[in-house]
């Protein structure tokens, strides 16, 4: 059954709006991004805002059971019985498997897929290019502040240039296609 994107919203609006403002700010800008491209890219579009909507509710303290968020995003939304590429798409944003493997749960995240779309690399282009706290950031701005905010220890940091050159690539193909469609100045 398809997820409609305001479901997804309710859903996640539940899960992060009260407990964790920051983040849901961030999701809805997000989410905003992901409905202006949803506009132009045809039978994805509302898939592609669902999926931004609830992308991150695996941070919510309610959800936090292995305490990597694309995973316990994964895992709650298949237990809602959410459509099976939502699940994996969240299983897999923003190079979550570079994560997966300095996190040590790579093993757990293979029982999802990486679709490897157009789709795909517009969550992720939508989720690196927005600040946490739902400010617009050119990739690079955003790479530096995940960078500065988690430490040099973090395991977010260390993942980030063993996934770098894919989020590159993301970002570069979404880039190429938002031109082709006009969005170029509006995402
Ligand atoms: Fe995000």
Redesign the pocket.
């Known amino acids: 059954m398809p997820l409609a994107p305001s479901v997804a919203e309710e859903q996640a609006r539940r899960l992060l709006a009260e407990d964790l403002p920051r983040r849901w700010a ?2 809805m800008a ?1 989410a905003q991004k992901a409905q202006i491209i949803g506009r132009e890219l045809g039978e994805d579009g509302a898939l592609l805002e669902a999926t931004a909507w609830v ?2 509710v695996g941070y919510a303290p309610d959800l936090a059971v292995v305490g990597f968020h694309p995973l316990d995003g994964a895992r709650y939304l298949d237990g809602l019985d959410a459509p099976r590429r939502i699940v994996d798409l969240v299983a897999f ?2 190079s979550a498997w570079a994560e997966a493997q300095e996190f040590g749960v790579v093993d757990e995240l293979a029982r999802f897929q990486d679709e490897r779309t157009l789709t795909r690399d517009l969550l992720w282009y939508c ?1 690196m290019t ?1 600040g946490p706290d739902g400010s617009d950031l050119e990739f690079e701005d955003r790479m530096a502040e995940v960078r500065e905010r988690y430490g040099p220890e973090h395991y977010v940091t260390r993942a980030l240039d063993a996934g770098m050159d894919e989020r590159r690539a993301a970002v570069r193909r979404s880039r190429e296609w938002l031109t082709s469609v006009g969005l170029a100045d509006q995402v």
Do not use: K, Q
């Open positions: 961030h999701v997000v992308h991150d944003h923003s989720d927005t």
